[in-house]
């Protein structure tokens, strides 16, 4: 039984997206529901082919399956992946080996692989999170509990930043052919993220804003940096973000989210600044 959904995203350039209208904007770059129980989402994008989903399993195991937009009888054949648990007790297995995933654990597969998913109790599902991009070869499988990620901890509370950065992948952590992820929380009174914020050409990104109260939204910033446009964004929603667009927000209380990117350079560093007074 086939227990996937898929969408083929297109990429958007600059000048277009700069006369897109709230609809518009959310059409092609806000994601929709990523969790569904019982079902994987996959949303295979052309910024730097990389595919975001979700899954979800409940009752049962949901095993990873291929999409026509990849072109391969198996979804691994020519990539490698990254599931951030963000919801109950799961299980992750990949090649018959067993991953305990807690939540805000991580498990990286390399290209090749063969990935199911299941849940510890159906009803407190575990919420995968899901970020695969091509590979070039095979780097072995591991868990990367939030425990052993390369914690950061930046800015202060009277910027309204304070928060702390869990790097997942880095030098000395997993390795990856291109894929970069990691998780930012923020603290009590802290609603900014990434500002000063930045673009990087070579490679794009995709945010995952979670752990927001129900009633609490993010005010996503997007666009070039003279251009600027946003969305307002709800808990356990994802943005597409193209390499020339910015990427930073607001929240109306404290929030977390995942980042990942796909691209040229896995260089953290990377990236061309953009000063705050230069924005428009």
């Known amino acids: 039984m086939i227990h996937t959904d ?3 995203r297109f990429a958007i350039d600059p000048k277009t997206a700069a006369k897109f209208n709230t609809a518009e904007l959310r059409e092609n770059f806000l994601l929709p529901p990523l ?10 994008t052309n910024y730097d082919r990389m595919i975001v989903g979700g899954a979800m399993p409940t009752s049962g195991p949901l095993e990873l399956e291929t999409i026509k937009p990849a072109g391969t009888e198996a979804l691994l054949a020519r990539r490698e992946l990254i599931a951030v648990n963000i919801g109950g007790a799961g ?11 807690g939540p805000r654990d991580m498990v990286y597969a390399g290209m090749g692989s063969n990935v199911v998913f299941r849940s510890v109790a159906a009803e407190e599902p575990a919420k995968y999170y899901l970020l695969s991009a091509p590979a070039h070869m095979r780097h072995p499988s591991k868990l990367i509990g939030i425990g052993d990620a390369k914690r950061v901890d930046l800015g202060a509370q009277a910027t309204s930043n304070e928060r702390s950065i869990f790097q997942f992948v880095h030098p000395e952590g997993v390795r990856t052919c291109q894929l970069v992820v990691g998780m ?7 609603v900014w993220n990434t500002m000063p914020c930045h673009v990087h050409d070579r490679r794009m990104e995709a945010y995952l804003y979670f752990d927001l109260p129900d009633k609490a939204r993010v005010v996503h910033l997007m666009g070039e940096p003279q251009e600027t446009r946003h969305l307002i964004v709800k808990n356990d ?10 990427h930073s927000g607001a929240g ?8 990942a990117m796909a691209g040229d350079n896995v260089d953290y560093t990377d990236v061309d600044l953009v000063s705050i007074e230069d924005l428009k």
């Open 6 to 8: 898929y969408t083929n």
């Open 35 to 44: 969790f569904v129980a019982g079902r994987i989402q996959l949303h295979y």
């Open 91 to 101: 299980i992750v297995t990949v090649d018959g080996e067993e991953f305990q995933v």
């Open 184 to 190: 930012t929380t923020l603290a009590a009174g802290s």
């Open 237 to 246: 929603e994802a943005i597409l973000s193209p390499g020339w667009s910015i």
């Open 252 to 259: 109306t209380s404290n929030y977390a989210f995942i980042w």
